[in-house]
């Protein structure tokens, strides 16, 4: 397996190829940027492994998470997926907070819905589907062996913004209670924003963690 993260988009958001080294599929997750060269730039390097990317994951269903799935599958032919309560974020332009974060463009509708305990599998890669709300009613993590990409619910060293319409501290905290902070300390944290972390060190230093560990 490998994992490439690019930081991409106005809000420096964390897309992430990963890709399968014995079959050559791969997934991209979350392609936050606006611009083709971006795009070109993810697909130059999905090439360098010979790999073809059969997937793209929103985490959740803000356009700084989600702007670039409609050039993305245009060039890759790529299905989208996303959370089922965040499919309706794709392409209404009032509900996915457009104009907050500065971006034009809306997303095509999901090919496919997720939902809590779905696995998304790219060639020996398995991601199980963690629904883990708060940041947004839909978000989501996704859960690999080792590694576990947080989106917006967990940063190193904060969590993701409760302000939104359908967001909430309470149901955040619960998600990172309940759902990742019972994680092993090894596990490695990719996450939406910010440099990579783990679980250990999150429950350790992070102080929204504080609380509950």
Do not use: W
Not at 162 to 172: G, H, I, Q, T
Request: contains cysteine; charged residues 20%; glycine residues 10%.
């Amino acid at each position: 397996m490998f994992i490439k993260m690019f930081t991409v988009g106005m809000i420096s958001t964390n897309c992430y190829l990963v890709g399968c080294t014995e079959t050559k599929e791969a997934l991209v997750i979350d392609p936050g940027f606006g611009t083709k060269v971006e795009a070109e730039e993810i697909l130059g390097e999905a090439k360098k492994h010979g790999s073809k990317i059969k997937y793209i994951v929103n985490t959740h269903g803000h356009p700084d998470h989600t702007s670039g799935n409609k050039i993305l599958k245009e060039l890759t032919g790529a299905e989208i997926l996303i959370h089922e309560y965040d499919a309706s974020k794709l392409a209404n332009t009032s509900g996915n907070l457009l104009t907050l974060f500065g971006l034009h463009s809306t997303s095509p509708p999901a090919d496919k819905i997720l939902h809590e305990g779905d696995i998304i599998q790219v060639g020996t890669i398995k991601l199980k589907v963690l629904h883990t709300p708060g940041h947004s009613r839909g978000g989501i993590s996704l859960l690999g062996e080792d590694i576990v990409f947080t989106g917006d619910t967990l940063f190193a060293g904060s969590i993701g913004r409760y302000d939104f319409p359908d967001a909430s501290y309470k149901e955040l905290m619960r998600s990172i209670r309940d759902r990742l902070a019972t994680l092993p300390d090894h596990m490695k944290v990719y996450s939406g924003h910010g440099p990579p972390t783990t679980i250990g060190k999150e429950k350790r230093y992070n102080p929204f963690l504080q609380n509950f560990v």
